[in-house]
């Protein structure tokens, strides 16, 4: 069954401090992995895209890593500021059809406190 | 470009009732999608389209119709609410090149008693 499952599910952090956020996936066929943030009362926003090949990227303070030997990928968000409080959910896209549809984990909500 | 637009924003519902929740997306993308996200749970996929009249179910269509007669609107009907159907609906929207990279409109929270 195509799954994908994050850990944890809701984190409180020091404004300043470091945090990881962990994705375990079992879609298969994989072709890319999507981190996106949600702030509270509006709709999901792409951060990152990790593609078959890619083992790390970073896009400001947030760096996204990808193995797809063990089928996990992380987001690590360094320097935490009070306006990364969201909830981060990993997106994996599948091909069905004609259609690329994709499979949502549950999100880890984070809160960054000052 | 305004991006994807929703309306209403709240909406409160009597048990049988219907509505119509209002998409659309400014972008030229051909797929569009509606999604419900649920406390503890994440998006779930209720109907979808590759382009103007071509529509299919996700995974909960269940209660809902959808249309596309233009490429720009994609509404979702609700044809006798449910309290099952209370939920925060997002509809989003992609481009046939980038068909994972999805654009998410505001979100309409529905609450039906």
């Known amino acids: 069954k195509n799954q994908v499952e994050q850990s944890p599910q809701s984190l409180i952090i020091l404004e300043g401090k470091n945090c990881t956020l962990q994705c375990n996936y079992t879609v298969s066929p994989f072709s890319n992995l999507r981190w996106y943030k949600q702030d509270t009362g509006r709709g999901p926003v792409s951060l990152t895209i990790?593609?078959?090949?890619?083992n790390t990227k970073s896009n400001r303070r947030y760096t996204a890593t990808l193995d797809a030997d063990t089928k996990q990928s992380s987001l690590h968000i360094t320097a935490s500021q009070l306006s990364d409080s969201a909830s981060y959910i990993c997106v994996i896209p599948r091909r069905s059809g004609g259609y690329q549809k994709v499979t949502f984990g549950t999100g880890t909500k984070l809160q960054v406190i000052p | 470009n305004a991006g994807v637009t929703q309306t209403p924003k709240f909406q409160v519902l009597k048990t049988g009732q219907s509505m119509t929740l209002q998409c659309a997306q400014d972008m030229n993308h051909e797929y569009m999608s509606w999604y419900r996200q649920d406390p503890g749970m994440g998006l779930r996929l209720i109907h979808y389209s590759v382009g103007a009249g071509i529509t299919d179910q996700g995974e909960v269509p269940n209660g809902y119709n959808v249309s596309r007669s233009t490429t720009e609107d994609f509404p979702l009907r609700l044809l006798s609410a449910a309290p099952s159907q209370t939920s925060v609906y997002f509809c989003a929207s992609s481009g046939r090149d980038r068909p994972g990279e999805q654009y998410f409109g505001p979100g309409t929270r529905l609450t039906v008693t």
């Open positions: 990790m593609t078959f090949s890619e």
